[in-house]
């Protein structure tokens, strides 16, 4: 698989954005380093070309997870951005504006998957109104999905 239509995405707050052209097969990885630096069950990844890879606003800050990983984040707000090593540079699916559009198509360290997660989405789905009432009621200072001249509008 790979995507050769350039793809927008950045942090939630709005501090580092970027466009990538020519992804390749996302996926994710469920090895313990992902679990944490995600901060969650697995880590979507897709690849993508260095080449075809411009950041556009900001530059995520790099942390050296092993002696071959570096993990870029965005330092305002935390949101998990890169995996890179020598030979090139996944993003975090995630952080594009249009996750929807990067299916994983395979499962990286299957054997380190947290025991439960084969049955993770056979779990009842909560379908209260009231609760959705209140989540839709929460005011987002998130940065929207697409590019902005600026951001947060209001700065000076």
Known sequence: MTIDQPMSGGCQCGAVRFTA????????????????AFGG?????????????EWTR??????RSSAK?????????GTPLTYQMREGVELAIGAFDHPELLEPQIQVNHKKRLPWIDHL?????LDNPEVEAAHAAIESWQHPDHDTDKWPEDET
């Open 69 to 77: 990983i570096w993990r870029g984040f965005c330092a305002k707000c």
């Open 58 to 63: 900001g530059a995520p800050t790099l942390f």
């Open 121 to 125: 989405f056979g779990q009842p789905a």
């Open 21 to 36: 052209g020519k992804l390749g097969r996302p996926s994710i990885c469920h090895c313990r380093m992902c679990q944490k």
């Open 41 to 53: 069950f697995f880590g979507p990844l897709v690849t993508a070309d260095p080449a075809h890879l």
